[in-house]
């Protein structure tokens, strides 16, 4: 069964504007990974929050984990054209022997 | 580095036929992955191998089984190939020594099953 559950399945928005995803899990985890992948493609890594974390950044990325409400949100800000693809989160739960469960993901698509 | 690599790219195969799989990754990792994604599913872990010499179950083990032929290359084998078994099939990699826990994943095979 899947961990994560993805809301919305999919999301469109002009250039520009900031794009939304969350997640919600079922389990206590160790981290929750957030995954890229472009069609047809393999899924490319691009961040990862750890239990203890409340928030990280990276370059246009921002995450949040609420580890009280098994939820994390991933925000993209000043969306471009290259973004289109699909957000997946994945957990990495305590006790897990380091296996991912991955959430049923998001499809962004960014229009010009 | 190629990263990790799939072969093949595409695959049709009749229901019964058999087939593997390949995987390889240049990156020393250690722990490797097989997953398959079905659309509206997400991915699914199929088996995965801790280390060399180790593999264990995922989520969904049925109709599949797997070789850890040495730490570079995990290949999944289908016996008796299945309709229900049509899916993009992807190998992942990570080294636990790493803080940073990312898995790396191949370009993908898509198995098509009549």
């Known amino acids: 069964s899947q961990q994560g559950e993805e809301d919305p399945q999919a999301l469109s928005i002009q250039e520009g504007e900031n794009a939304t995803m969350n997640c919600s899990y079922k389990t206590s985890i160790n981290n929750l990974q957030w995954y890229r992948q472009n069609s047809g493609r393999g899924l490319v890594h691009l961040i990862l929050i750890r239990s203890n974390e409340r928030e990280k950044h990276s370059g246009r990325l921002r995450v949040t984990l609420d580890t009280s409400k098994k939820s994390s949100s991933l925000l993209i800000t000043a969306s471009r054209a290259a973004d289109t693809a699909s957000y997946f989160c994945?957990?990495?739960?305590?006790?897990?022997?380091?296996?991912?469960?991955f959430g049923t993901g998001t499809q962004l698509k960014v229009e010009l | 580095n190629a990263g990790v690599t799939q072969t093949p790219k595409f695959q049709v195969l009749k229901t019964g036929q058999s087939m593997t799989l390949q995987c390889a990754q240049d990156m020393n990792h250690n722990s490797m992955y097989w997953y398959r994604q079905d659309p509206g599913m997400g991915l699914r872990l199929i088996y995965y191998s801790a280390s060399e010499g180790t593999t264990d179950k995922g989520e969904v083990p049925n109709g599949y089984n797997v070789s850890r032929l040495n730490k570079r290359e995990f290949s999944l084998r289908l016996e008796s190939a299945a309709p229900s078994q049509t899916s993009v099939y992807f190998c992942?990699?990570?080294?636990?020594?790493?803080?940073?826990?990312?898995?790396?994943f191949g370009p993908g095979t898509r198995l098509t099953v009549t």
């Open positions: 994945a957990t990495d739960s305590e006790g897990g022997g380091n296996k991912l469960t």
């Open positions: 992942a990699s990570r080294d636990p020594g790493r803080s940073s826990y990312e898995q790396y």
